[in-house]
């Protein structure tokens, strides 16, 4: 069973930075197009960043130029390194598939909160 553990969430104040990682079990992430997914309340997750399979990151509007996401594949790792925090950056974090047929469980997540 493939698993997903977030970390590296945290308060921080507006304009700081964090650095969130995704450990996933099973030798998952080769050859897929991984995401980091935000959550905020019951809303769906929605993807904030995406990379493929050969390490082409794409971001939606409101992360771009703030937020930059990596993989490791030999350590079965997606970091998301967050910079210029905003306030409405606050949510629930998470990991998974970019592909809908490829979604495994989502993991515990970790918490963001911006706020001075």
């Known amino acids: 069973q493939v698993q997903f553990v977030e970390s590296g969430g945290g308060l921080v104040e507006p304009g700081g930075s964090l650095t969130l990682s995704c450990a996933a079990s099973g030798g998952i992430t080769g050859g897929h197009a991984m995401g980091w997914y935000r959550r905020t309340g019951r809303e769906e997750h929605f993807m904030i960043a995406g990379?493929?399979?050969?390490?082409?990151?794409n971001y939606a509007d409101d992360v771009t130029g703030r937020f930059t996401i990596s993989r490791d594949d030999a350590r079965n790792r997606i970091t998301l390194q967050m910079n210029n925090l905003k306030p409405q950056d606050t949510a629930d974090y998470y990991c998974?598939?970019?592909?809908?047929?490829?979604?495994?469980?989502w993991g515990p997540g970790t918490r963001v909160t911006v706020s001075s």
């Open positions: 998974n598939m970019v592909m809908p047929w490829e979604k495994k469980p």
């Open positions: 990379i493929t399979s050969s390490g082409s990151p």
